[in-house]
Nanobody
Framework: QVQLVESGGGLVQAGGSLRLSCTASGRIPSNYAVAWFRQRPEKARELVAAISGSADVRYYADFLKGRFTFSRDNAKNTMVLQMNSLKPEDTAVYFC?????????????????WGQGTQVTVSS
């Protein structure tokens, strides 16, 4: 069973940067897809970024506008979301997740493994 733990959240002023990390206690197979989701106050959880399994294809949500970078280190069994030029609307709980689905790696309901979430608060 894969267990995921996020870290790196905190309070930052608008325009600042944060680096979120996700570490798996059980090794994530290289053919699993991985992703970051976020849930803003009073809003539904949404996909932030994802990396497919064997194809290693990256997806970024349109709202990122090139501000975030998602990287995966299979050797270290970690996932990192570098967030730059943060905006108040980026305030949310950020979750990392993994799925064994090769075809539905952009669909939230197909993700089986989730971290507990880490809070990111961006002040104006």
């Amino acid at each position: 069973q894969v267990q995921l733990v996020e870290s790196g959240g905190g309070l930052v002023q608008a325009g600042g940067s944060l680096r979120l990390s996700c570490t798996a206690s059980g090794r994530i197979p290289s053919n699993y897809a991985v992703a970051w989701f976020r849930q803003r106050p009073e809003k539904a959880r949404e996909l932030v970024a994802a990396i497919s399994g064997s194809a290693d294809v990256r997806y970024y949500a349109d709202f990122l506008k090139g501000r975030f970078t998602f990287s995966r280190d299979n050797a270290k069994n970690t996932m990192v979301l570098q967030m730059n030029s943060l905006k108040p609307e980026d305030t949310a709980v950020y979750f990392c997740a993994a799925t064994s689905s090769a075809s539905r790696w952009l669909t939230e309901t197909f993700y089986e493994y989730w971290g507990q979430g880490t809070q990111v608060t961006v002040s104006s």
